[in-house]
T-cell receptor, first 115, second 113 residues
Framework: AQSVAQPEDQVNVAEGNPLTVKCTYSVSGNPYLFWYVQYPNRGLQFLLKYITGDNLVKGSYGFEAEFNKSQTSFHLKKPSALVSDSALYFCAVRVESGGSYIPTFGRGTSLIVHP | NAGVTQTPKFQVLKTGQSMTLQCAQDMNHNSMYWYRQDPGMGLRLIYYSASEGTTDKGEVPNGYNVSRLNKREFSLRLESAAPSQTSVYFC????????????FGEGSWLTVV
């Protein structure tokens, strides 16, 4: 079984401050981890993913995420938040092998960046 | 770059009516998915198709049917709509390989009254 948790329904941050959106996962085996962003009334857009290799993954729009195997976490970060980053963020996990390769999504975290 | 295209964008149905949501992808992807998104529930998988000619149930298949018409197209049908099916529906597709990214359509907003 695989699962993913996004413990915060909402994250508030001031523009220019660093932001973190948390994600923890549970899989049997090696995980593939993904972050997606959803702007209002739009579909989900891919931000970044961890497959293997460097634990720090860089993605679109200045976002990055750090894979931490011991803490089973994959937190999304950005050094300086923009108002335009306000959106709904989803973490997803998929097992590397032995499964159906169907990802499990978290419930989403609403990021609000205040001017 | 069309990617994943869904139609219609918006639809209002009366309870008991039927309708089909259409989805097509132009990325030559093998796998296609239908999700629904409800407030506080995140994304829930309704049905998926790992390859042309195959379909399988996801987490919430009741009240829905699907057809993988060909490699490009994957439709979702509501035979007798219920208010509980009021939701936003997303089609998605993915190429071969577990590490490949899933790409989503823009969504279909369905209201059942």
């Amino acid at each position: 079984a695989q699962s993913v948790a996004q413990p915060e329904d909402q994250v508030n941050v001031a523009e220019g401050n660093p932001l973190t959106v948390k994600c923890t996962y549970s899989v049997s085996g090696n995980p593939y981890l993904f972050w997606y962003v959803q702007y209002p009334n739009r579909g989900l857009q891919f931000l970044l993913k961890y497959i293997t290799g460097d634990n720090l993954v860089k993605g679109s729009y200045g976002f990055e995420a750090e894979f931490n195997k011991s803490q089973t976490s994959f937190h999304l970060k950005k050094p300086s938040a923009l108002v335009s980053d306000s959106a709904l963020y989803f973490c997803a996990v998929r097992v590397e092998s032995g499964g159906s390769y169907i990802p499990t999504f978290g419930r989403g975290t609403s990021l609000i960046v205040h001017p | 770059n069309a990617g994943v295209t869904q139609t219609p964008k918006f639809q209002v149905l009366k309870t008991g009516q039927s309708m089909t949501l259409q989805c097509a992808q132009d990325m030559n992807h093998n796998s296609m998915y239908w999700y629904r998104q409800d407030p506080g529930m995140g994304l829930r998988l309704i049905y998926y198709s790992a390859s042309e000619g195959t379909t399988d149930k996801g987490e919430v298949p009741n009240g829905y049917n699907v057809s993988r018409l060909n490699k490009r197209e994957f439709s979702l049908r509501l035979e007798s709509a219920a208010p509980s099916q009021t939701s936003v529906y997303f089609c998605a597709s993915r190429g071969m390989g577990a590490g490949n990214t899933i790409y989503f359509g823009e969504g279909s907003w369905l209201t059942v009254v």
